[in-house]
């Protein structure tokens, strides 16, 4: 292959999903007038609030080469404890059990993985099946009521200017995140887990006590996202969140995360969220139908994943 051909691959590499979703905003825009409205524009920024966080944590995941299943039952359950305690009247105590729910969920995944050598696929599936369980128990397949607009203002429904405060969430979750992984030691040493556990290992990393973390953490932030899931739509449900886990995997895989672990990139990811929050916002308004907005998806997935593979072999082995 020519080294021109060879730097081609690797710009598109670089700027593909930036190309991708500037082509999706102008062909969106293009075709409604609604779509381009600055209100849409910044509901689209409170729609991608909940999977933007999702997505963030399930970055980091994938980049130790690890996967989490579990995300949507665990957001939904930590949902539940949360408006279980407000309905109880415990007021802000609701804050760190909606955490402590999901932290407890993801210790559990990091534990079993970890130490009892589970496959992460199977250890987070067990995991979704379980929160599932609680939350029904909990629930009793009822809608959970609340009355906290305290609570509501907090998590989603308070502003600062014209963004929302879920939105603010979503910022200072991919801020610190973005932070973590790019600037420090830590996350270095998670990308080279990924690259290569038992080399890292050689290297000195306490390679089990960071995957454990990057579970517990994952869980802690699926706690927030089912107090941001309640706050906006004032209930609970016992299925809120459940789905939640397969469009985050799909942000990290169209931002350029490989599955594999070792490479990706938070930030790369905020464009994958980005671009499946236009994709959803924009077929919305177009009246196309949930179940084809599933399967372009879809589809836009498998198209990544064979570019992201045309562009590897590119790279000298």
Do not use: C
């Not at 970890?114 to 250890?123: G, K, L, N, R």
């Not at 929160?131 to 629930?139: D, E, K, N």
């Not at 995140?177 to 030691?185: D, E, P, V």
């Amino acid at each position: 292959m020519s080294a021109t051909a060879s730097t081609a691959r690797g710009r598109i590499a670089d700027y593909g999903i930036v190309i991708a979703l500037a082509a999706v905003v102008l062909g969106m825009a293009l075709m409604s007038p609604a779509f381009r409205t600055p209100e849409n524009l910044i509901g689209i920024g409170r729609q991608i609030a909940i999977l933007g966080i999702a997505a963030s944590a399930m970055t980091l995941i994938i980049l130790a080469a690890e996967i989490d299943l579990s995300v949507g039952a665990v957001a939904s359950a930590s949902g539940v404890v949360g408006a279980l305690a407000l309905a109880a009247g415990l007021g802000p105590l609701a804050i760190p059990a909606a955490i402590a729910t999901g932290a407890a969920f993801g210790l559990m995944n990091g534990l079993l993985t970890v130490y009892a050598a589970v496959p992460s696929f199977i250890a987070t599936l067990v995991s979704f099946f379980i929160a599932q369980g609680v939350s029904l128990t909990l629930t009793g397949g009822q809608t959970i009521l609340f009355d906290a607009d305290w609570f509501r203002s907090l998590f989603a429904t308070g502003a600062l200017g014209p963004f929302q405060s879920s939105f603010l969430w979503f910022v200072a979750v991919f801020g610190g995140l973005y932070w973590l992984q790019s600037r420090t030691r830590f996350g270095a040493h998670v990308k080279a887990i990924g690259g290569g556990a038992d080399s890292a290992r050689m290297l000195g990393l306490a390679v089990d006590r960071i995957r454990v973390t990057l579970f517990t953490l994952t869980g802690a932030l699926m706690g927030l996202v089912g107090m941001i899931l309640i706050a906006r739509i004032g209930n609970a449900r016992s299925d809120g969140a459940v789905g939640l886990e397969f469009d985050a995997i799909a942000a990290v895989v169209i931002g350029g995360t490989a599955l594999a672990g070792g490479t990706g990139s938070v930030l790369r990811t905020a464009a994958g969220v980005a671009l499946i929050g236009v994709l959803n916002n924009g077929l919305a308004i177009l009246n196309v139908d949930f179940n084809t907005q599933q399967v372009i998806k879809g589809v836009l997935v498998v198209v990544v994943v064979l570019i992201d593979r045309w562009v590897r072999q590119a790279k000298p082995q």
